[in-house]
Antibody
Framework: EVQLQQSGAELGKPGTSVKLSCKVSGYNIRNTYMHWVNQRPGKGLEWIGR????????IYAEKFKSKATLTADTSSNTAYMQLSQLKSDDTAIYFCAMGDYDGYYWGQGTLVTVSS | DIVLTQSPALAVSLGQRATISCRAS??????????MHWYQQKPGQQPKLLIY???NLASGIPARFSGSGSGTDFTLTINPVQADDIATYYC?????????FGAGTKLELK
């Protein structure tokens, strides 16, 4: 069974960075894309970007190009997302997901709260 | 970016049919593949894949869920609706990056 296990909730101060992780079991991430999606409180789903773990190539949504940095470690089958220069409106649940043409399978989400 | 438009809410009675639509601002099809997918999300949970490539039932999903459509117009049908189906439903395209989502349709009981 494929499982995506995300790291725990984060509390970050404005202007700082946080790094989230997403460990995949039951599937080799070299054979898929890893995506990150956010959901602000009471809002819908917003695609941040994706990484191809096989070669490290990334694509970002325009509004996240200076906010998010995606990386992946194929030796540990884990994807990462660093969020920089945190602001209050970065408060959201961040989901990792794997897949592409056949839809996504999702992690459980990580709540990031930005507060001083 | 491809914009996906969904109605915000749909009220339905238990045991009846629910039809949720999603319209794309441009075609999401490549060759014979319609790169539109449907997800169910309940409060406090991650989205769950229901239908991939417009009409294919994801693993473990009950047969009362079905999908159809091509090009720019797609439909998710739930028939018959059960109490456990009360949730928000999102369409998503993976035709091109960014992989956009619809704003979601909240399925409510009439």
């Amino acid at each position: 069974e494929v499982q995506l296990q995300q790291s725990g909730a984060e509390l970050g101060k404005p202007g700082t960075s946080v790094k989230l992780s997403c460990k995949v079991s039951g599937y080799n991430i070299r054979n898929t894309y890893m995506h990150w999606v956010n959901q602000r409180p009471g809002k819908g789903l917003e695609w941040i970007g994706r990484i191809d773990p096989a070669n490290g190539n990334t694509i970002y949504a325009e509004k996240f190009k200076s906010k998010a940095t995606l990386t992946a470690d194929t030796s540990s089958n884990t994807a990462y997302m660093q969020l920089s220069q945190l602001k209050s409106d970065d408060t959201a649940i961040y989901f990792c997901a794997m897949g592409d043409y056949d839809g996504y399978y999702w992690g459980q989400g990580t709540l990031v709260t930005v507060s001083s | 970016d491809i914009v996906l438009t969904q109605s915000p809410a749909l009220a339905v009675s238990l045991g009846q049919r629910a039809t949720i639509s999603c319209r794309a601002s441009q075609s999401v099809s490549i060759s014979r593949y319609n790169l539109m997918h449907w997800y169910q999300q309940k409060p406090g949970q991650q989205p769950k894949l229901l239908i991939y490539r417009a009409s294919n039932l994801a693993s473990g999903i009950p047969a009362r869920f079905s999908g159809s459509g091509s090009g720019t117009d797609f439909t998710l049908t739930i028939n018959p609706v059960q109490a456990d189906d009360i949730a928000t439903y999102y369409c998503q395209q993976s035709r091109e990056s960014p992989n956009t989502f619809g704003a979601g349709t909240k399925l409510e009981l009439k």
